[in-house]
């Protein structure tokens, strides 16, 4: 069977080591959350393999925008069907495609790895769990903590309605290409909260606006959102973004909305 040419278009940098694989696939706790699995961007089929021995667990799907992997794929497993899908994850219409909870896994490619982790979050209701290959910066990011360096945007986002868990790092040459920078693999599981206590798309802004003007203090960095007047007392707008917790954010998100 002829092998699928890595593309630098689409970020792919295939994973050759199978005791990886196995070791990213062990990292999947479906018990009673979901039976379904999807995995994004296939490539040659190296998690796959160990996905597709575990059916008696879940039912697997995968994803790839590829043609070449996608025709490969076919080839190597004529029995997945419509559970082999040629598309674009970003674009994939979870609901449309699967009814109830799902997880979640890739070797994914590291020019998108934000947009995929965004598409998680307006799909959290069914995406439960997310086991996944990042670049090691970005995965520092998502799982750091209020008061580190690496806290930003993303990691506010995704731990508001994930328990994020920085799982282990991967070395460049168990990838054919081998990237530039080190990789990691991390866990994403939903959390108990179906809507945070306030106005969500108010958070979303104030988050935002925080962390775009990070050197500032949040009285200064939403100066356009907040009513001055009525909130001098508060001591958490004479912090830097950084230093807030997801339930920080919620406090002012909500004093804001009090206030206007």
Not at 77 to 102: C, M, V
Not at 160 to 181: D, I, M, Q, R, S
């Amino acid at each position: 069977m002829t092998l699928v040419r890595a593309k630098k278009h689409l970020g792919q940098h295939f994973l050759t080591d199978k005791n990886i694989a196995t070791k990213i696939v062990d990292s999947l706790r479906p018990e009673n959350r979901y039976q379904q699995v999807l995995e994004v961007g296939p490539g040659m089929g190296i998690l796959s393999d160990v996905l597709l021995e575990r059916t008696a667990a879940y039912e697997v799907s995968l994803i790839d925008i590829d043609t070449e992997s996608y025709e490969f794929l076919q080839k190597k497993y004529p029995k997945l069907g419509s559970k082999l899908i040629n598309a674009d994850f970003l674009e994939l219409d979870f609901a449309a495609r699967f009814t109830g909870p799902l997880g979640i896994i890739g070797n994914f490619p590291y020019n998108i790895s934000s947009q995929i982790l965004f598409k998680v979050l307006d799909n959290r209701q069914q995406a439960v769990e997310v086991v996944g290959m990042f670049q090691k910066e970005v995965a520092e990011r998502c799982a750091a903590k209020a008061g580190s360096k690496e806290y930003g945007i993303l990691s506010v986002f995704l731990q508001a309605y994930y328990k994020v868990e920085y799982l282990f790092t991967v070395k460049a040459g168990v990838f054919n290409p081998p990237p530039k920078v080190l990789s990691a693999v991390i866990r994403l599981t939903r959390n108990e909260v179906t809507q945070l206590d306030c106005d969500e798309k108010l958070f979303w802004q104030v988050v935002k606006a925080g962390f775009n003007q990070r050197r500032k203090t949040l009285r200064n960095a939403l100066s356009s959102l907040i009513n001055k007047e009525k909130m001098t007392e508060e001591p958490l707008l004479d912090l830097r973004a950084e230093r807030l917790t997801v339930g920080d954010f919620v406090r002012i998100t909500q004093m804001i909305t009090a206030g206007r």
